[in-house]
C-alpha cells in the first residue's frame, strides 16, 4: 500500500488573476478558515476570497494555497 503525502502549493497572484481559465475563479484554501474558497480579487499583497455567501477580505498571500 502507498501513502500520497498531499503537499501546500502557495498561490502564485499572477496566476490567481487570471483563474483556471478566463473567468473561472481559482478555489483555494486559507490557514483558519477551511478549504473551498473561490479567489475573486488579487491584491500585491493579498487576496479577497468567497465562499457560501462569505467573503473574507485582504487574506495575506502566504496565508493562501492549493493543496496536491
Known amino acids: ?29 486559507v490557514d483558519g478558515h477551511g478549504s473551498g474558497w473561490a479567489i475573486i480579487a488579487v491584491y500585491s499583497d493579498a487576496f479577497d476570497l468567497y465562499r457560501d455567501g462569505r467573503d473574507l477580505h485582504a487574506v495575506p498571500h502566504h496565508l493562501v494555497y492549493q493543496v496536491r
Open 1 to 29: 500500500m502507498t501513502t500520497q503525502t498531499l503537499s501546500k502549493l502557495p498561490v502564485d497572484p499572477r496566476e490567481a488573476a487570471f483563474g483556471v481559465q478566463v473567468g473561472d475563479p481559482l478555489i483555494v484554501d
